[in-house]
């Protein structure tokens, strides 16, 4: 059966680069993007949101992604991203001070750039998702209580 390989790559480093993966799904602008072997070539522009890897048997695979591009061409998936962060590697506390801090920005009444205090709250509510998520993975398969907020 094909495969799909895919590389994830910032302006500072491959942070994923892997053979072997069945599905992608990506988040674009105009909703989820599900990417299996065989997909039509394609460029499209992700938004902020979490990027998930599909492996036969093992469960997804979860990335932060703050926006970029990505490209389909002969079962090879490239994604550019703005930033990117494996699911593993988020800092659950730095994302809720980066919420705080956006929420505080959204709530002055200085004059703020609204849509840019927005897309820092979008972006550190999804980190914080992605990485609560993870944590509880981990912590079932531990034995464990997942952590509280």
């Given at each position: 059966?094909?495969?799909?390989?895919?590389?994830?790559?910032?302006?500072?480093?491959?942070?994923?680069?892997?053979?072997?993966?069945?599905?992608?799904?990506?988040?674009?602008?105009?909703?989820?993007?599900?990417?299996?072997?065989?997909?039509?070539?394609?460029?499209?522009?992700?938004?902020?949101?979490?990027?998930?890897?599909?492996?036969?048997?093992?469960?997804?695979?979860?990335?932060?992604?703050?926006?970029?591009?990505l490209e389909v061409h002969d079962d090879?998936?490239?994604?550019?991203?703005?930033?990117?962060?494996?699911?593993?590697?988020?800092d659950l506390e730095r994302a809720e001070?980066?919420?705080?801090?956006?929420?505080?920005?959204?709530?002055?009444?200085?004059?703020?750039?609204r849509a840019r205090a927005q897309a820092?709250?979008?972006?550190?509510?999804?980190?914080?998702?992605?990485?609560?998520?993870?944590?509880?993975?981990?912590?079932?398969?531990?034995?464990?209580?997942?952590?509280?907020?």
């Amino acid at each position: 059966m094909a495969k799909l390989s895919l590389e994830i790559i910032t302006g500072e480093r491959v942070l994923f680069e892997e053979t072997g993966i069945d599905a992608v799904i990506a988040p674009g602008v105009i909703g989820e993007l599900g990417i299996l072997p065989n997909h039509a070539p394609l460029v499209t522009v992700l938004q902020p949101g979490e990027l998930r890897v599909q492996r036969e048997g093992n469960a997804d695979e979860p990335f932060f992604v703050s926006g970029g591009f990505l490209e389909v061409h002969d079962d090879t998936v490239t994604v550019l991203a703005d930033t990117a962060e494996r699911g593993d590697e988020i800092d659950l506390e730095r994302a809720e001070a980066a919420r705080a801090r956006a929420a505080d920005r959204l709530r002055s009444e200085v004059d703020v750039d609204r849509a840019r205090a927005q897309a820092a709250m979008q972006r550190s509510l999804m980190r914080i998702r992605i990485g609560e998520r993870r944590a509880r993975r981990r912590a079932s398969q531990r034995g464990g209580d997942p952590p509280s907020r």
